[in-house]
C-alpha cells in the first residue's frame, strides 16, 4: 500500500537532481508575514554547527554596513570560500548578515528592526560601531525632518503587514480546509516511507521567500539540493505541515511560509540531502491523497491572498522611498573616512 502510494504521487511529483549549484547561498533571516514582521537571526549559524564568532555591525542608515558585508561575501567567494548572504526583506539588494562557514565568522547588521548584541563579548563576538559622525550639531537640526521622515514609514509598513494579516488569514482557512480533504493517515504513510529524517538535532529556521519592495522573492533556487520534490498546489502545504511534525527533534531546515509563518514552506533533510518544497501549481495536482474534493472556497481564499499580498508590496514600496529619503538625510554627516579605516581593519584581521 505505502509503495503504491509512493509511486503514484512521485508521478505528479517534480523531482529535479543537478539543477541547483551555487557556492552562494542565499535566505531571509527575516520575513515581512502574516504575522508581522517575524526575524530568525539565531539560526544564521546551524546548530548543529560549532558556535561562530559574530561582528555585529552598528550604525545608522546609509554609514556602510552593507557595503562592508558585500565587501566580506566577495572576498570570500574570490579566495574559494562558501558563503551563505541574509539577504534583507525591506531591501532584498541589501544584507542583513554574511557567514563564511570554513573560517567560522558571521558579520551581522545589530540595528533595529532586529537589535543584536553579542552575548558573550570578546568570545561569541564584538561590536564594530560604524555610526561615527560629523557635524552633530547641524544633523541635530534636521530632528523634524527625520521624525515625519520616520513617521511615514511606520504608517506604510502598518499598512504592509494590515494586508499580509488578512492574506494569512485566508491562507489558514485554506490549508486547513484542504486539510480536511486530504487522507493524512496516507500522506504521513507516504512521507515515513520515502523521505528518511535526518538524526536528532536542533532545527534550523529561516525564510526563502518574503513580500519585498521588488516583489516576492524567491530564493529557492540558490539552497535547493541533488533532490528537490516539489509539491503543486495546496495540498503540499498540507504535506509540509505533515513533514514539519515527522521532522520535530530531528536535525532540518525549515524555511517558512510568510503568509502562515507557523507552517513551513520547504524542509531540507541534510543528511538524506533531500528538500520538500510546497509550490503554487495549478497545473499538477495530488488527488490520490483526497478523500473528498476540495472545498471551492480554498480557491477563493488563495486568490484573494494573492491580492492582498500585491497589495502589501506596494505599500513596502513607499517604505523603501522614505528609507531611501532617510539615508539621504543621514549621509551628509557620516564620518566616512573613519569608517573606511576600520572596515580595512576588519577585511585584514578576517585573513580572508
Not at 558579520?107 to 559622525?133: K, M, R, S, Y
Not at 478523500?291 to 513607499?318: G, M, N, Y
Request: with cysteine; glycine share 8%; aromatic share 8%.
Amino acid at each position: 500500500f505505502i509503495m503504491a502510494a509512493y509511486t503514484a504521487a512521485y508521478i505528479v511529483l517534480n523531482t529535479q537532481k543537478g539543477r541547483f549549484r551555487t557556492m552562494t547561498k542565499k535566505y531571509f533571516p527575516g520575513a515581512n508575514t502574516g504575522r508581522g514582521f517575524i526575524g530568525h537571526f539565531e539560526s544564521i549559524v546551524p546548530p548543529w554547527e560549532k558556535p561562530h564568532y559574530t561582528y555585529i555591525l552598528k550604525g545608522g542608515p546609509g554609514v556602510g554596513k552593507n557595503t562592508l558585508m558585500k565587501k566580506v561575501s566577495c572576498l570570500a567567494r574570490a579566495n574559494g570560500f562558501a558563503v551563505e548572504e541574509f539577504r534583507c526583506a525591506s531591501d532584498p539588494e541589501s544584507l542583513d548578515a554574511v557567514r563564511i562557514p570554513q573560517k567560522g565568522i558571521v558579520l551581522l547588521d545589530g540595528t533595529a528592526p532586529h537589535t543584536v548584541d553579542p552575548a558573550v563579548p570578546g568570545v561569541e563576538g564584538e561590536i564594530l560601531n560604524l555610526g561615527h559622525f560629523l557635524h552633530r550639531e547641524a544633523f541635530a537640526r534636521r530632528r523634524g525632518e527625520l521624525q515625519l521622515l520616520l513617521s511615514e514609514n511606520r504608517a506604510h509598513y502598518s499598512a504592509a503587514f494590515a494586508c499580509l494579516s488578512a492574506a494569512g488569514t485566508l491562507r489558514r482557512a485554506a490549508v486547513t480546509d484542504a486539510a480536511r480533504s486530504a487522507d493524512l493517515p496516507m500522506i504521513r504513510a507516504f512521507l515515513r516511507e520515502g523521505f528518511p529524517l535526518s538524526a536528532p538535532g536542533g532545527t534550523r529556521t529561516l525564510f526563502l521567500r518574503t513580500p519585498t519592495p521588488g516583489g516576492v522573492i524567491d530564493l529557492r533556487e540558490t539552497v535547493g539540493t541533488d533532490n528537490t520534490v516539489f509539491l503543486p498546489g495546496i495540498l503540499g502545504a498540507v504535506f509540509l505541515r505533515e513533514a514539519a511534525a515527522l521532522a520535530d527533534g530531528t536535525r532540518a531546515e525549515v524555511f517558512l511560509d510568510f503568509l502562515t509563518p507557523e507552517l513551513p514552506q520547504c524542509i531540507r533533510l541534510p543528511d538524506s540531502g533531500t528538500m520538500l518544497c510546497a509550490v503554487d501549481d495549478t497545473h499538477s495536482t495530488l488527488n490520490e491523497f483526497l478523500l473528498s474534493p476540495i472545498p471551492e472556497f480554498v480557491s477563493f481564499a488563495l486568490h484573494e491572498a494573492d491580492l492582498l499580498t500585491a497589495r502589501a508590496v506596494e505599500a513596502l514600496r513607499l517604505c523603501k522611498r522614505t528609507h531611501d529619503a532617510i539615508e539621504t538625510l543621514y549621509r551628509p554627516y557620516v564620518d566616512y573616512d573613519r569608517v573606511d579605516r576600520e572596515t580595512q581593519a576588519l577585511l585584514e584581521k578576517l585573513d580572508l
